[in-house]
């Protein structure tokens, strides 16, 4: 997974992907409306006001900057002027589309979010959507009294013992035998990387998965699934078109939770993508769609922590 989408060389984000939305392979909420953009907007502006100072943002992934462009234009005019803008983004393809939206506002590119956080002196409202769906993921199915691990051998999966868990809500022996979970460890040891130069600020997190044990219910099977064209690929489909096809896995939020208490983030708010975006939304065909409760409504968290002083 690490190769098929990161490569610097081959990978999917690194080389292969042409656009985010309807001309893509995918879409996400930001390309569909800027509904999300303005409640970002609206969350970032509410925390200034309650801590004056200097106004950093900065988004991780930022797909074609359609999310960055709603959420600029929807700050307040007086906070906007303050406004400074940080993408954080190491897909060249990206980057390129990023910069052509972007043209007209002022924005400043990072490949790791320490270069952000260093240029905000550590404060700064930090956001991401689906994001962490996109870090590889361990693999592993209950077998017995014990887990085993997926490994791919350029031709079938072999499920292998593992003598080294990760630390994971997600690794419970109630779950039936055979039965797989896929856990971000890439994500937690990216963050906790960085995590240290953030002292001050709220980190919005945005993604679609549940907390466990909801979000492996009737999935006996994981989560893991492949893109292209648009088309949901499971099962075999999921090694083919190496770099050429996005892999995903959902989020399981009570590991982010849990991994972010370890480090030392206090989690203030977790809902549904309906709650947050109900305020702000227009009523628009686009928006009725992705606050529908049977399908992005609340197929997608929203995940708020801030650093614990």
Not at 112 to 122: D, F, Q, V, W
Not at 221 to 232: K, P, S
Not at 285 to 304: E, M, N, R
Request: aromatic residues 10%.
């Amino acid at each position: 997974m690490q190769f098929a989408l990161h490569d610097p060389d081959h990978g999917y984000y690194a080389r292969k992907i042409r656009t985010v939305g309807h001309q893509g392979d995918f879409s996400t909420t930001a390309t569909l409306s800027p509904t999300l953009g303005k409640a970002i907007a609206a969350r970032a502006s509410e925390w200034l006001k309650h801590n004056p100072g200097s106004f950093h943002l900065i988004e991780i992934g930022a797909g074609d900057g359609s999310l960055a462009k709603a959420v600029i234009e929807h700050c307040p005019l007086i906070q906007r002027l303050k406004l400074h803008y940080h993408i954080v983004e190491t897909s060249e393809p990206l980057t390129t589309q990023q910069e052509i939206k972007l043209k007209r506002h002022r924005v400043t590119w990072h490949k790791h979010p320490s270069e952000a956080l260093k240029a905000c002196n550590g404060r700064a409202i930090i956001f991401s959507n689906e994001l962490v769906d996109a870090f590889p993921v361990r693999i592993f199915q209950r077998h017995g009294h014990s887990f085993e691990e997926l490994h791919w051998d350029g031709n079938c999966e072999l499920f292998e013992c593992s003598t080294s868990l990760p630390d994971s809500s997600a690794l419970n022996l109630k779950h039936p035998e055979k039965h797989r979970v896929e856990i971000h460890q890439s994500y937690r040891e990216w963050l906790e990387q960085w995590i240290s130069g953030w002292r001050e600020g709220e980190m919005i997190t945005i993604d679609y998965g549940d907390r466990y044990p909801e979000l492996y219910h009737r999935r006996p099977h994981g989560t893991i699934r492949a893109f292209r064209l648009h088309e949901n690929l499971t099962g075999p489909e999921v090694y083919q078109n190496v770099g050429h096809q996005d892999l995903t896995a959902d989020v399981n939020f009570s590991d982010l939770i849990d991994w972010g208490d370890a480090i030392g983030l206090e989690t203030c708010l977790f809902c549904t993508q309906h709650d947050f975006l109900k305020p702000h939304a227009r009523g628009t065909t686009q928006d009725l769609y992705l606050l529908h409760p049977d399908g992005p409504g609340s197929a997608f968290k929203v995940l708020i922590q801030q650093p614990r002083f």
